[in-house]
């Protein structure tokens, strides 16, 4: 039974797609194929129904699954034992990111880890969903680790390593009847038009947690998922925002303002499995973060 034809069937099940799988393993979709039917071949079972749009796992593939992962892992542990002795790091590591958190400069820290080890290879990966959807990766074995926003949010077999925090605060246009003030209370923002990220989202479930300690409701009337460009929907008039002072600093056209009685904390952390072993290239950054 060759290592590959695991890899590949593991990566089919995971992503329920050939196309996506041969995607994920940077090959043609033809060699993912004749893996898994070479692999079914010599187990004498089928292990993937094969649909339109979706494939699921037959008995025989539930069975397997699991067994394949930990063989995998087995296998990639010995090759960083091997690394090890040889003085370097190989093989790959998968991390999601969050667009426009600067609170930590991930590309800066990716950066020192490809100098420190560069036989390692990396991807990075975003999700449309913010944290959830990037924890949800990690959970489904689809990248290693991520950088995250949990904001009070646990998942089981997930470790959260914070690494910095932030808070965040109004933003308005300038003109605003709030823009002259120092600061804010809840009480003031509760008729406004927010502007947001979506459910999933680190600082939205921050903003969402202050107003239900508040016991107030919110209308948010425009969701958007890069904070880069949210200073811009607030300067032309379109809604309010809760935005950390990073993602407005130097734009002109909007005011910056604390919240007085809320707590609008913004962590920023390395989430990692805490479920199964990690390799050691995902422990080389998880050390490299935390110093």
Do not use: C
Not at 62 to 70: G, Q, S, T
Not at 112 to 119: A, L, N
């Amino acid at each position: 039974m060759e290592l590959r034809h695991l890899e590949y069937f593991v990566a089919v099940a995971e992503e329920e797609n050939f196309t996506r799988a041969a995607q994920r393993l940077h090959i043609v979709q033809s060699a993912v194929s004749a893996a898994v039917k070479s692999l079914e071949k010599e187990l004498g079972a089928r292990l993937l129904d094969r649909a339109a749009r979706r494939v699921t796992l037959t008995d025989a593939g539930a069975e397997l699954l699991p067994r394949a992962r930990a063989t995998l892992d087995a296998a990639r542990e010995a090759r960083d034992a091997v690394a090890r002795v040889r003085g370097g790091l190989g093989g790959s590591l998968r991390i999601g990111v969050l667009i426009s958190i600067r609170v930590v400069d991930v590309p800066a820290v990716l950066g020192e880890y490809h100098r420190r080890h560069p036989g390692v290879q990396l991807y990075t990966r975003v999700s449309p969903t913010g944290t959830q959807g990037l924890v949800q990766l990690i959970i489904d074995r689809r990248i290693d680790l991520a950088f995250v926003t949990p904001s009070g949010q646990t998942w089981p077999g997930i470790r959260l390593i914070e690494l910095a925090r932030s808070d965040l605060r109004l933003t308005l246009p300038v003109g605003h009847p709030l823009a002259g003030q120092a600061s804010v209370t809840m009480a003031q923002l509760a008729d406004l038009d927010f502007i947001d990220s979506p459910a999933g989202f680190g600082n939205r479930a921050a903003a969402d947690r202050a107003f239900a300690t508040a016991g107030l409701r919110r209308r948010v009337t425009i969701e958007i998922t890069e904070l880069a460009i949210g200073p811009d929907y607030v300067r032309n008039g379109l809604g309010v925002a809760l935005f950390p002072q990073f993602a407005v600093e130097g734009v002109p056209g909007v005011v910056s303002l604390p919240v007085a009685d809320a707590d609008l904390s913004f962590p920023v952390a390395l989430a990692v499995p805490d479920d199964r072993p990690v390799s050691a290239a995902a422990r080389a950054l998880i050390q490299l973060v935390t110093g």
